[in-house]
């Protein structure tokens, strides 16, 4: 399989090549050439099989010719070895054909874990054949920077660097990257905003000569890889359900736009996808784009569901080029004008295609506590802020009560524990994973936000000239 950016400049790469460079040259995101597709007799085989072998046979298409079969099986298995439930992504029944599949059973207790215990991995097999070491860095308000840490630590291959604004992430999700004991990790507290953090990243990935000294890398949701990953819990459940005899819908609470264009590819492949629909929480661009047919930017607003606090969602761009004719230079054009006048208009062919697959629906925090409380009082479930969007999304766009409707359940209902009780009443429990966190040491430096500073200290530590201890 070799890999197009979607702005079509930049050179056709091979998987292994995609991973490791993140963003396209020329500013674009990696996709595959063409879309692989499984029969409808692939599918029907997957029924009652376990979750690493619908991953394999999902995968192997997009890593043909770079990752040998056993190799991949072997990446998976060590990948969802350390999931507290077998089942990857278990649907909960949630009555009237809707279900929750909950991905939220990873080390980090969020579904970045399913792509991102996979992504490390990959980056291992990859960097272990050629011989190399990469230094991942990247800023985190909350919830990415522990999933990439726990995807990334004890790994020889990788030193990962992760930025947070001192004082400004939760005490658990502070907890959850600083109490973790591998000699690779270094949690780096910034005496500044999260946006502090994020342009100290950015400056370290413009400053050429540092880049390729600490051949840095990026695990962001922009990484093709990860998508890739999220492709096959589309697949697992929709299989579950019926598919391929049968067509599934997906409700999918949605930030940078990675997790459902994953449900897009699923399509692609030949899986009878009914419908996607897309859950905004306040932060509603989306929505708005697919009510509009216009996308323009508007400032941040924080929210219940944090991890969809976002302005642009940088992985339509993806969809995009597909609506396009797989055109780069139209993309190219407007995403300049995008750049230029924060607006952006799809031609209405586009938009009509798309709608045919998506729908859009926006939920601001007062219906994210008003959905959480009522499905505990109805199911008895607690589900997070981010699930409930999704929830109700569902409800508001179901096209067909004859269709199964999954909602993806992004996050468990502990990692959010004042919305939940705060809009219920009742505290969720803290999972055994997070049992004794907060008494575990914390490995944490705290450095003022100067990017001489920062590029110093992770020159020092790249560079194996500290030990453990002097995390
Ligand atoms: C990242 C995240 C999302 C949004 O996913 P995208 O792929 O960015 O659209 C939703 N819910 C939770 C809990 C997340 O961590």
Same mark, same amino acid.
């Given at each position: ?13 091979? #998987? ?44 192997? =298409? ?27 992504? =278990? ?11 909950? +991905? ?18 990959? #980056? ?30 004890? /790994?020889?291959?990788?030193? @990962? ?12 999700? /502070? ?31 413009? $400053?050429?000569?540092? /880049?390729?000294?600490?051949? +840095? ?74 009510? &509009? ?78 959905? @959480? ?9 607690? @589900?997070?802020?981010?699930?409930? &969007? ?20 992004? !996050?468990?209902?502990?990692?959010? +524990? ?12 803290? =999972?055994?994973?997070? !049992?004794?966190?907060?008494?575990? =040491? ?13 590029? $110093?200290?992770? /020159? ?12």
């Amino acid at each position: 399989m070799r890999y197009v950016s979607t702005r079509g400049r930049a050179p056709e790469l091979a #998987f292994d090549d995609v991973l490791l460079a993140g963003l396209a040259r020329d500013g674009g995101l990696y996709v595959p050439k063409i879309w692989p597709t499984l029969s409808a007799a692939e599918f029907k085989s997957f029924q009652g099989k376990p979750y690493p072998e619908v991953a394999l046979r999902v995968i192997r =298409p997009f890593v043909a010719g770079v990752i040998a079969d056993k190799d991949l099986e072997a990446i998976i298995a060590r990948a969802y070895a350390n999931f507290d439930d077998g089942r990857v992504a =278990p649907l909960i029944d949630m009555s009237n054909g809707v279900h929750v599949m909950e +991905l939220f059973h990873g080390p980090t207790l969020a579904f970045k874990d399913v792509a991102m215990q996979l992504l490390g991995g990959l #980056f291992d097999h990859v960097l272990g054949r050629r011989g190399d070491k990469i230094t991942i860095v990247g800023a985190t308000s909350g919830d990415t920077g522990s999933a990439a840490i726990e995807a990334c630590r004890d /790994r020889d291959a990788i030193d @990962i660097f992760i930025l947070h604004p001192e004082g400004r992430v939760s005490d658990i999700q /502070r907890r959850q990257m600083t109490t973790v004991e591998s000699p690779n990790v270094y949690n780096i507290a910034i005496a500044g905003t999260f946006d502090d953090c994020q342009d100290l990243v950015k400056a370290m990935f413009n $400053d050429m000569v540092f /880049r390729d000294e600490m051949k +840095l890398s990026a695990v962001n949701s922009i990484n093709w890889a990860r998508i890739m990953a999220q492709v096959v819990y589309y697949v697992s459940s929709a299989v579950a359900l019926g598919a391929p005899d049968r067509r599934i819908a997906f409700s999918v609470p949605t930030g940078n736009f990675g997790d459902v264009f994953a449900g897009y590819v699923a399509a692609k492949m030949g899986l009878p996808i009914d419908q996607l629909v897309i859950a905004t929480n306040a932060n509603d661009i989306m929505a708005r784009f697919f009510d &509009t047919g216009e996308m323009s930017m508007r400032p941040v607003e924080p929210t219940l569901a944090p991890a969809m606090d976002i302005q642009v969602s940088s992985n339509f761009e993806r969809l995009m080029f597909d609506l396009c004719d797989r055109d780069g230079r139209t993309v190219n054009q407007s995403m300049a004008a995008f750049r230029d006048s924060g607006t952006l208009r799809m031609a209405d062919g586009a938009l009509a295609e798309a709608r045919k697959l998506f729908a859009a629906m926006r939920l601001d925090d007062a219906g994210i506590a008003a959905t @959480i409380d009522r499905i505990w009082r109805q199911a008895g479930i607690l @589900i997070d802020p981010h699930t409930a &969007t999704a929830v109700y999304a569902a409800e508001e766009k179901r096209r067909e009560a004859s269709v199964p409707m999954v909602v993806l359940g992004t !996050a468990h209902p502990a990692k959010f +524990l004042d919305a939940v009780e705060g809009a219920c009443g009742v505290r969720p429990a803290l =999972p055994d994973r997070l !049992a004794g966190i907060m008494d575990l =040491p914390e490995h944490v430096r705290s450095l003022p936000n100067d990017l001489a500073v920062v590029q $110093d200290f992770v /020159r020092d530590r790249a560079a194996g000239t500290a030990g453990a201890g002097a995390r």
